[in-house]
């Protein structure tokens, strides 16, 4: 059952806003993954907000309860022709442009609110791209099914790091 969230904003940011927003997103990420900090593959995140947050495209959806930020998502547009996911598919789409969600993260008090969804929906609002493409540990079964309630469908796995989970490659067709 979803609880309501009664002051939430959405506040977009852009590649440009990353030294005034990275702060806030290791705090929600640390937060978000209190039970998990000891795993050394948690611990490197910093470096993917940079590694993410370097990417001209990069854009961000933080949300705010009140001026608490409680959950953010994050992305940047796939570079035109290194669409790795299409090695999982037989039949290779026209236009494999494509936006690639990184992270999505909710605080765990504000989990069940019906934030992630508001949250993914404001990132893709009006790409330009046809594609989105994330990726989920095959060991959430539940995170993966939520994903295909939104659209995604799993077409393939992946190890991208050693140390890394194994990730269920999902893929969804954007309304453009």
């Known amino acids: 059952m979803e609880r309501p969230l009664t002051d939430t904003t959405l506040r977009h940011y852009s590649h440009d806003d990353l030294g005034g927003i990275r702060q806030t997103l290791l705090d929600v990420h640390e937060d978000a993954y209190a039970d998990r900090r ?18 001209p495209g990069f854009a961000c959806v933080i949300a705010y309860d009140g001026d608490v930020p409680v959950g953010f998502t994050y992305g940047a547009p796939a570079t035109a022709g290194r ?9 290779q789409p026209e236009d494999p442009a494509t936006f690639s969600v990184s992270e999505l993260m909710v605080r765990p008090k504000w989990r069940k609110t019906g934030l992630g969804p508001r949250l993914h929906d404001a990132l893709l609002a009006g790409r330009p791209e046809p594609w989105a493409v994330l990726t989920v540990d095959t060991k959430r079964p539940r995170l993966q099914a939520m994903y295909e309630g939104w659209g995604y469908r799993k077409i393939g796995e992946n190890q991208p790091f ?15």
């Open 38 to 55: 000891h795993e050394e593959f948690v611990q490197r995140f910093p470096w993917f907000v940079d590694h993410w947050g370097g990417n």
């Open 83 to 91: 669409e790795w996911w299409q090695g999982h598919l037989d039949t």
């Open 162 to 176: 050693p140390d890394s989970p194994v990730y269920a490659v999902m893929l969804n067709k954007l309304d453009g």
